[in-house]
Antibody, heavy 120, light 110 residues
Framework: EVQLLESGGGLVQPGGSLRLSCVASGFTFNTYALTWVRQAPGKGLEWVSGITGSGDNTYYVDSVKGRFTISRDNSKNTLDLQMNSLRAEDTALYYC??????????????WGQGTMVTVS | NFMLTQPHSVSESPGKTVSISCTRSSGSIAGNYVQWYQQRPGSSPTAVIY?????PSGVPDRFSGSIDSSSNSASLTISGLRTEDEADYYC?????????FGGGTKLTVL
């Protein structure tokens, strides 16, 4: 079964840092792009960052550029999101999602359950 | 970057047909694929349409997608509405540097 399991969320003060992780199973990890999508309480989905299968190319929404870093370890089937200089507006449920191909813009066919980040 | 604009909410009766629009603010809607996701309360999103009009395995053919270049918009149409279709629906597309989601539409089946 294809699965994504996020961890690392929690309560952090403004200006602080947090590192989210996503462990994948059930598919050939290095052949698929991955992404982070967040959802603030009671709000809609917001794409945060994407990374290609090789990890060579990364992409970010403007509001997190310079503060967040996406990375992956294809030997461990893990995706990470290092979040620095956190702000109240970063408070959200963070989902890890798998693209349907190596292309980071392809549809997200598998989603994790999410990990909650609260900046307060 | 561009924006995708959806109606905040729509409602329709069981058995009827409803369409949800998604208008792209800049750039051609036909230039990049549009996906649609369903999110039921308390659950993670799942794809119901990808590449404008393709249905993932397991999604009933009551769900269909289309694009209209004249209005620069995409639409998700659900026919034969069931109470289980009540959910939030999000369109999604992209350009060369970012992925963008619409604001979401709450579908009420009453």
């Amino acid at each position: 079964e294809v699965q994504l399991l996020e961890s690392g969320g929690g309560l952090v003060q403004p200006g602080g840092s947090l590192r989210l992780s996503c462990v994948a199973s059930g598919f050939t990890f290095n052949t698929y792009a991955l992404t982070w999508v967040r959802q603030a309480p009671g709000k809609g989905l917001e794409w945060v960052s994407g990374i290609t299968g090789s990890g060579d190319n990364t992409y970010y929404v403007d509001s997190v550029k310079g503060r967040f870093t996406i990375s992956r370890d294809n030997s461990k089937n893990t995706l990470d999101l290092q979040m620095n200089s956190l702000r109240a507006e970063d408070t959200a449920l963070y989902y890890c999602a798998k693209s349907s191909s190596w292309d980071w813009t392809d549809a997200f066919d598998i989603w994790g359950q999410g990990t909650m980040v609260t900046v307060s | 970057n561009f924006m995708l604009t959806q109606p905040h909410s729509v409602s329709e009766s069981p058995g009827k047909t409803v369409s949800i629009s998604c208008t792209r603010s800049s750039g051609s809607i036909a230039g990049n694929y549009v996906q649609w996701y369903q999110q039921r309360p308390g659950s993670s999103p799942t794809a119901v349409i990808y590449e404008n009009n393709q249905r993932p395995s397991g999604v009933p053919d009551r769900f269909s997608g289309s694009i209209d270049s004249s209005s620069n918009s995409a639409s998700l149409t659900i026919s034969g509405l069931r109470t289980e279709d009540e959910a939030d629906y999000y369109c999604q597309s992209y350009d060369t540097t970012a992925v963008v989601f619409g604001g979401g539409t709450k579908l009420t089946v009453l």
